[in-house]
């Protein structure tokens, strides 16, 4: 429940901050542009806190926190004083009405620049790209991939840490060809290639470098459980947090890493645990859950720190973090224009989509391994809602850029019949995949 509590705290945290900076693009181009504004809301719904101001624009906040809005003087949306005409949105220009309704995906790709460039600057502490134990036939041990090599590059990519050989896996997700990985093992250079297809996912696959068999370097530690999933094969057996489990069907078992490596492939299977409880060995029978064809037991532990030597720390000063948060906002989008592309073309399954629930998570696992993380986070969550928003479907910002890019081309807007057509389409295509997203939210847990 705690944990819970902890997500959805960042969840708000996190939807408040960049559904605040998108709406004040708009608001502060069309202010500077006059435009009248009337609402600057954060929050759908019944307002929780409201303020008008003496130039007579409502600031609020409301109870709904999945977006937000600024509503500006328009004739379509009620009567308009005669003395106001010109500052109502429906009466500018073509190009200043784009000008605001751009604005607000621009604020989200400038304040990801300035996110990742905060991360720089706390410095980002990151593991290197060294391999630990493969995972029993899986992709990458049949490709030759070893325990101790050190990732140099994935495709042409070069990785530099783990999160580079993560970065860099995703982009590879639904290519065809065989994945080439470029390793340093003993001293020398090797290539060992992914088969073709290795990285066309289902959708669901939360850890991509897991599905393929790739696990972090990590050193041995006792089989301690730390943590149970509620309702979880280990916590239904009666296992508890602070057991020690020191065999697995009368095999000694070596450490946590170890452990769940044996759990991964024993899907479906019942076996028998024994357990050290104060002192006393305690034997169980449980069935491992079959997820997706890999094992769960539904416990953790929590590994020792890593030793700073394997470990590589990117820190940098303001210039050099504002032009590598830059550098980190291109790439960033890139990513994400790819795989909205694999989506369209069906090379990304659309259980690849994340809602609420995913958000949530992420938001409280980052804000509670660290600053840099978490605004890491922030960076890559305003990236994707800055090109969302710039989607040509009606309803989104991208949507009232194609009727505006309609009218400049003709001279004239659109008849009103087509632009509410155009809505509901817009509004069938949303509803559609928050529905989709968070079917796979749910699939996840």
Same mark, same amino acid.
């Given at each position: 429940?705690?944990?819970?509590?902890?997500?959805?705290?960042?969840?708000?945290?996190?939807?408040?901050?960049?559904?605040?900076?998108?709406?004040?693009?708009?608001?502060?181009?069309?202010?500077?542009?006059?435009?009248?504004?009337?609402?600057?809301?954060?929050?759908?719904?019944?307002?929780?806190?409201?303020?008008?101001?003496?130039?007579?624009?409502?600031?609020?906040?409301?109870?709904?926190?999945?977006?937000?809005?600024?509503?500006?003087?328009?004739?379509?949306?009620?009567?308009?004083?005669?003395?106001?005409?010109?500052?109502?949105?429906?009466?500018?220009?073509?190009?200043?009405?784009?000008?605001?309704?751009?604005?607000?995906?621009?604020?989200?790709? @400038?304040?990801?620049? !300035?996110?990742? $460039? +905060?991360?720089?600057? #706390?410095?980002? =502490?990151? *593991?290197?790209?060294?391999?630990?134990?493969?995972?029993?036939?899986?992709?990458?041990?049949?490709?030759?991939?070893?325990?101790?090599?050190?990732?140099?590059?994935?495709?042409?990519?070069?990785?530099?840490?783990?999160?580079?050989?993560?970065?860099?896996?995703?982009?590879?997700?639904?290519?065809?060809?065989?994945?080439?990985?470029?390793?340093?093992?003993?001293?020398?250079?090797?290539?060992?290639?992914?088969?073709?297809?290795?990285?066309?996912?289902?959708?669901?696959?939360?850890?991509?470098?897991?599905?393929?068999?790739?696990?972090?370097?990590?050193?041995?530690?006792?089989?301690?459980?730390?943590?149970?999933?509620?309702?979880?094969?280990?916590?239904?057996?009666?296992?508890?947090?602070?057991?020690?489990?020191?065999?697995?069907?009368?095999?000694?078992?070596?450490?946590?890493?170890? @452990?769940?490596?044996? !759990?991964?492939? $024993? +899907?479906?299977?019942? #076996?028998?645990? =024994?357990? *050290?409880?104060?002192?006393?060995?305690?034997?169980?029978?449980?069935?491992?859950?079959?997820?997706?064809?890999?094992?769960?037991?539904?416990?953790?532990?929590?590994?020792?720190?890593?030793?700073?030597?394997?470990?590589?720390?990117?820190?940098?000063?303001?210039?050099?973090?504002?032009?590598?948060?830059?550098?980190?906002?291109?790439?960033?989008?890139?990513?994400?224009?790819?795989?909205?592309?694999?989506?369209?073309?069906?090379?990304?399954?659309?259980?690849?989509?994340?809602?609420?629930?995913?958000?949530?998570?992420?938001?409280?696992?980052?804000?509670?391994?660290?600053?840099?993380?978490?605004?890491?986070?922030?960076?890559?969550?305003?990236?994707?809602?800055?090109?969302?928003?710039?989607?040509?479907?009606?309803?989104?910002?991208?949507?009232?850029?194609?009727?505006?890019?309609?009218?400049?081309?003709?001279?004239?807007?659109?008849?009103?019949?087509?632009?509410?057509?155009?809505?509901?389409?817009?509004?069938?295509?949303?509803?559609?995949?928050?529905?989709?997203?968070?079917?796979?939210?749910?699939?996840?847990?």
């Amino acid at each position: 429940m705690m944990v819970w509590l902890w997500n959805i705290l960042f969840l708000v945290i996190t939807i408040g901050v960049l559904v605040t900076v998108h709406e004040f693009g708009h608001f502060w181009v069309a202010r500077r542009l006059g435009v009248s504004v009337l609402t600057f809301s954060v929050g759908f719904g019944k307002a929780l806190w409201s303020r008008r101001s003496a130039d007579g624009v409502e600031y609020r906040i409301a109870a709904i926190p999945l977006g937000g809005y600024v509503k500006m003087l328009d004739e379509r949306e009620g009567e308009v004083p005669a003395e106001l005409l010109a500052t109502a949105f429906n009466r500018q220009p073509v190009l200043t009405r784009i000008a605001v309704v751009v604005a607000g995906p621009l604020a989200n790709f @400038l304040f990801a620049i !300035i996110a990742f $460039a +905060a991360m720089y600057m #706390v410095g980002v =502490r990151d *593991l290197k790209p060294v391999l630990g134990e493969m995972t029993q036939d899986s992709i990458a041990m049949r490709a030759g991939l070893r325990a101790g090599m050190d990732v140099i590059a994935v495709a042409d990519d070069t990785v530099q840490s783990w999160e580079d050989l993560t970065f860099a896996l995703v982009k590879q997700v639904g290519n065809d060809e065989p994945v080439l990985f470029t390793v340093r093992y003993n001293g020398n250079i090797e290539r060992h290639p992914l088969p073709a297809g290795a990285l066309k996912l289902s959708g669901l696959e939360a850890d991509i470098a897991g599905h393929i068999g790739l696990q972090v370097r990590e050193r041995p530690w006792p089989a301690v459980i730390t943590s149970l999933a509620e309702k979880g094969p280990a916590e239904r057996a009666g296992i508890r947090v602070g057991d020690l489990i020191s065999h697995w069907n009368d095999e000694p078992v070596s450490g946590f890493p170890a @452990l769940a490596e044996k !759990i991964t492939v $024993a +899907a479906g299977k019942t #076996v028998t645990l =024994r357990l *050290l409880r104060d002192g006393v060995s305690v034997p169980v029978n449980l069935t491992v859950d079959d997820r997706e064809g890999r094992g769960v037991l539904g416990i953790g532990s929590i590994p020792p720190a890593a030793p700073d030597d394997w470990l590589v720390l990117r820190q940098l000063g303001p210039i050099d973090a504002s032009v590598a948060g830059w550098h980190k906002m291109i790439d960033t989008s890139a990513l994400v224009l790819d795989g909205l592309g694999k989506l369209i073309t069906g090379a990304l399954s659309v259980q690849s989509l994340s809602g609420p629930v995913t958000i949530a998570q992420g938001a409280g696992a980052t804000a509670a391994a660290g600053l840099d993380r978490f605004f890491w986070f922030l960076g890559l969550i305003s990236v994707n809602l800055g090109l969302i928003n710039l989607m040509p479907i009606p309803m989104l910002d991208g949507g009232h850029l194609l009727y505006f890019g309609v009218e400049a081309v003709r001279g004239r807007p659109l008849s009103e019949r087509v632009q509410e057509w155009g809505l509901r389409i817009g509004l069938s295509l949303v509803g559609a995949l928050m529905l989709i997203a968070l079917f796979n939210d749910f699939a996840r847990l």
